[in-house]
């Protein structure tokens, strides 16, 4: 099989597609026992997996989810090669959210710089006692046929960066061929090393592995690769960004269905209970030109970015089936919270976004969703209630239309998705997409 060169793009932080289309489809057909194998898993474990997720539909948001710090989280980037102080400004900006879950990615290609991503990794975990820290090691095409090198890869990553960042998510959005691995078998090959090398490892130091790490809705892929590696949590990077609001439908899928059948089919291929962890999502924003990562549709004002924010850490974290969210990332022109071409660097409506959610939800406790008549106007109200502290509170906002929502109880204070107050009399509040805090 021939090899293409690796091409990154250093504005939207992701590779170029540069081996021919006729090429990818010549491995497929070549490789066509593969496909047998993977729709087999899929018909051993498929069906189990149903099983659950129809239990599992049937009880989302309808129990109680403690909902804690650690649930959220934010990826960053090292800022090598730039001024001294961006890394200071960096750390600043992650304190100033509240977060205590950080993740950042590691390039096969740049193994050689592994002491300076373990001077960042010492840096983040000082720079705020009990910050927890992962390492995402992205592949290319490369370390599917130099095995060996990626295997030493690993085995430094997991010595010089394992002592701060003990979770590693092994490989990256390989079911897109950009990414270097055209098919699950490569990259089972990719991960069985990792998983060796843990089990080697003396058990109070011994890493965590998390995966597949497998992009969007595709997960017929998890049966085969969960049967194959023992994962310590399952990830997804599970984007809802081509369909606008979390709540909207891709061909008949929202996001909460696609939770729950996430769930269901880790929880039916993983060889014991483990957690399950989004490790990346996003919407790109609209006039970014090349630093979005998307093209067209996706793209987003940087209102309904902070609007769709909320709304997706809500569904996934009150669904009583994901662990932990990690949004990615916090600075970046083209879809991050803040924007690093201005100076000085300006926080988007979803930075207060973010922090404002940190803020409210970490450490309460949902307790349940209101389920509403449509309002007036035609619009649904979506009603998730909280208690923290001994006080009620209720997260809403309507997907559609806005319109007056009657809660049926006087509502003492009421604050906007960045945390300013609102002004509410009585036991009706206004509602639109930008989600509220409602105090009773």
């Known amino acids: ?27 497929h057909l070549t490789h066509w026992k593969t ?21 599992y539909r049937r009880r989302m948001h309808r129990f109680s989810v403690p909902v804690t710090a650690d649930m959220f989280a934010l990826a960053v980037s090292p800022r090598f090669g730039r001024p001294a102080g961006e890394t200071d400004a960096l750390l600043g900006l ?15 290609w740049e193994k050689g710089r592994l002491a300076e991503f373990e001077a960042f990794a010492r840096r983040v975990r000082s720079d705020e006692p009990g910050r927890g820290l992962a390492a995402a090691l992205l592949q290319r095409r490369e370390d599917v046929f130099e095995g060996g090198a990626w295997a030493r890869f690993l085995e430094e990553a997991f010595a010089r960066l394992g002592p701060h960042a003990p979770y590693f998510e092994i490989g990256h959005a390989w079911n897109r061929t950009k990414w270097g691995v055209w098919d699950h078998a490569e990259y089972i090959k990719l991960a069985r090393p990792a998983a060796a090398l843990r089990d080697r490892q003396p058990p109070r130091s011994r890493v965590k592995l998390v995966g597949p790490a497998v992009i969007d809705f595709e997960f017929h892929l998890y049966p085969p690769t969960l049967r194959a590696v023992d994962f310590d949590v399952v990830s997804s990077l599970l984007y809802v960004d081509r369909v606008g ?10 996001a909460a269905m696609k939770l729950a059948l ?4 880790a929880d039916a291929s ?34 309904a970015q902070a609007d769709y924010l909320v709304r997706y850490y809500v569904l996934c974290l009150t669904s009583g089936l994901i662990d932990r969210v990690v949004w990615w990332q916090l600075v970046a022109p083209g879809y991050g919270l803040v924007d690093s071409r201005e100076t000085p660097w300006r926080r988007r409506p979803s930075f207060f976004a973010f922090k404002t959610m940190v803020e409210r939800l970490s450490g309460s406790l949902f307790v349940g969703k ?35 929502c009657e809660l049926g109880r006087p509502a003492a204070a009421v604050f906007s998705r960045d945390g300013g107050e609102v002004p509410c009399s009585g036991t009706r509040v206004r509602l639109d997409s930008s989600p509220r805090y409602i105090l009773f």
Do not use: C
């Open 370 to 404: 209101d389920e509403r008549p449509p309002l007036p106007g035609g619009g649904r109200a979506e009603v998730y209630l909280f208690t923290k502290n001994g006080r009620e509170f209720a997260l809403a906002w309507t997907a559609g239309p806005p319109g007056e």
């Open 262 to 265: 996430f769930a269901a089919v």
């Open 1 to 27: 099989m021939r090899r293409f060169p690796f091409e990154w793009n250093d504005l939207a932080d992701q590779p170029h597609n540069v081996a021919p289309r006729s090429e990818r489809t010549l491995h």
């Open 94 to 108: 992650l304190r100033e959210t509240g977060v205590r879950q950080t993740l950042f990615r590691v390039p096969s």
């Open 270 to 303: 993983s060889r014991r209970p483990v957690p399950a962890w989004i490790t990346e999502v996003n919407w790109p924003l609209a006039g970014t030109g090349p630093y979005s990562p998307a093209a067209g549709k996706p793209n987003v004002g940087e209102e």
């Open 245 to 254: 609001a979390p709540e909207n439908a891709q061909a008949g899928w929202t």
């Open 35 to 55: 496909y047998l194998a993977l729709a087999w898993a899929d018909f051993v474990w498929g069906v189990p997996a149903l099983w659950r997720y129809r239990r």
